[in-house]
């Protein structure tokens, strides 16, 4: 057990909610105020009682626990609402990383306002973010799209969907689907780079990068790649980086055997470009 100073005693908490970010997998991942403010709470909100017990016993906070997950979200959401009302301060946790992210929250937060609950961020980890600051891919504007559908069909929607996004694209995966994702992945997106970022914070953290083709190939080989991870790909391109002249080409190119708007169909799908900007240049040179 660790000892730490707490700040705020109970009595000078505001009453409310609190949304604390945990650990993704190294126990000392926690800042400072949320161990504060998990010292102080009447109770802690968490998805599994039997997971946040050991990283609360560590930090020696003993709180009256409540499970609140998506199996039970809607019958324990008015529970805690009715606690908030009556002045209570409750925080919320989940089994990793910040609530809500990926994880159960979202109903809770929103029934908060129109009830007058006031609502704290205690700020911390999180996969995304972890994974994103360490990928080596752009960072500037990235999209996260939580986890892909569990089959092909649907992943390859997604991943449709997102094509012309020009930013870092970020999912969280399973070991059991990752293979499938980056198959689907190269059928829909091309041989992007991406980074596959895993187990962080833990003994094995591990980012793995390359083409998809490459990452397919070393996954691949092994018989299951264990541990949580995050897939990371790179956005489309713009058409700046492409080069005018260079798009130019390919619509001359495509325009010696298709109509326009079908050379604009084939440089776009050749280029991930939206087709809208690629019409504009075939517009203005007269291709
Ligand atoms: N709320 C969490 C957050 O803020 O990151 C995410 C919860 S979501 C249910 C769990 C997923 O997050 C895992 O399946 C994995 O994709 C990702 N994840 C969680 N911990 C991770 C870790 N240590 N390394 C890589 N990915 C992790």
Redo the contacts with the bound molecule.
Sequence with gaps: MLEFEHQKTPSTLPQGLYIVSTP??NKRDITLRALDILSAVDCIACEDTRHSAPLLQYYGIKKPLISYHDHNAASKRPVLLEKLQQGARVALI?D????L???PGYKLVAACAPLGITVFTIPGC???IA?LSIAGLPTDKFCFLGFLPPKTAGRRTALEAAKHYQMTLAF???PQRIVETLEDVAAVLGNRQVAL??????LYEQVIRGTVAEVLALVGAQAVLKG???LLISGAEDAQSYGEAALLEMLKKARETQSVKEAVATVSGATGLPRKEIYQLALREGV
Excluded at 197 to 202: D, F, G, M, S
């Design positions: 993704l997998g989940s990793a990383g910040t609530p992210i990926a994880d999180s996969a995304v994974a969280y995966e399973t970022a895993r187990e962080l914070t833990k949580e991870m995050v």
